[in-house]
């Protein structure tokens, strides 16, 4: 009976996916929290839908933010009621992140997390300048525009820039 609740929701699973696909970072506006990796699952219930979300910061002000958004933009699509669920364990890593994401906060300016935290490569290797490609950078701050992000300028074309760092 389950499984087929579940088989008979699964275009409704996928409109909520494109729903919460909609939803931007307040931080990053060039991602969606879909691109970050911030909703884990969505899954039917009996009455309503589960949504479990994991904050890329615990703690971080957006958190409180994008709940709102979550829940308001899946009731005007008709989806509701909808339960949030937050899990902080195993905690949001820049990992998440995929690749058209990695791609799209270039374009936007900031510089990718280079490698994987799970394979700890990052520190190694030297932050590509996002606008000219050049790996002659220098990090100019630990803290960038936020907590997130570190300041560092290219040598290159002498353009400062963030490096969203990996976590
Ligand atoms: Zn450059």
Request: aromatic letters at 8%.
């Amino acid at each position: 009976m389950e499984q087929q609740l579940k088989t008979l929701q699964q275009p409704e699973v996928h409109q909520i996916w494109q729903c919460l696909h909609q939803i931007a970072d307040p931080e990053l506006p060039a991602l969606s929290i879909t691109d970050l990796g911030m909703i884990r699952t969505v899954t039917p219930l009996q009455s309503g839908w589960r949504v479990t979300f994991t904050p890329t910061y615990s703690g971080c002000p957006a958190t409180e933010f994008l709940l709102n958004e979550i829940s308001n933009t899946l009731t005007q699509a008709g989806f509701s009621p909808v339960h949030i669920e937050v899990n902080l364990t195993p905690a949001w890593t820049t990992d998440w992140m995929n690749a058209d994401a990695r791609q799209r906060l270039r374009e936007s300016g900031i510089a990718p997390p280079q490698g994987l935290v799970c394979e700890k490569l990052t520190d190694a290797e030297p932050i590509t300048c996002p606008r000219c490609d050049s790996h002659e950078t220098e990090k100019i701050s630990e803290f960038g525009s936020t907590a997130c992000k570190a300041l560092y300028r290219c040598q290159q074309c002498l353009e400062p820039f963030d490096y969203f760092k990996c976590i």
